[in-house]
């Protein structure tokens, strides 16, 4: 008794066929991101636009005082200062 040979099973996709729908996804994501930027960009120089009319501004943006160092700050400049003078700590 000669049983018969079985079909193979049915191959849905080819890996390939998921690279593409892949590829195909990447570029319309990648477009949809380079418009919110360039939207985002329009956005930030308008308000900085208008931002810059206002009167005082450029009074209000010089007369800010830089916050003060860190501690972590100093630090890092000390081991700065440390290893270009050859000293070397443990």
């Known amino acids: 008794p000669v049983l018969p040979r079985p079909s193979p099973p049915p191959n849905s996709r080819p890996h390939w066929d998921y690279v593409l729908a892949e590829m195909q996804?990447?570029?319309?994501?990648?477009?949809?991101?380079?418009?919110?930027?360039?939207?985002?960009a329009q956005h930030v120089a308008h308000w900085a636009a208008t931002a810059a009319l206002k009167p005082n501004f450029l009074k209000s943006v010089s007369a800010r005082k830089?916050?003060?160092k860190s501690a972590a700050?100093?630090?890092?400049?000390?081991?700065?200062?440390?290893?270009?003078?050859?000293d070397k700590t443990v």
């Open 25 to 40: 996804w990447m570029a319309t994501d990648f477009a949809g991101e380079r418009l919110w930027k360039i939207s985002t």
């Open 66 to 68: 830089l916050p003060a």
């Open 73 to 86: 700050e100093d630090e890092s400049a000390a081991v700065a200062v440390a290893s270009t003078n050859g």
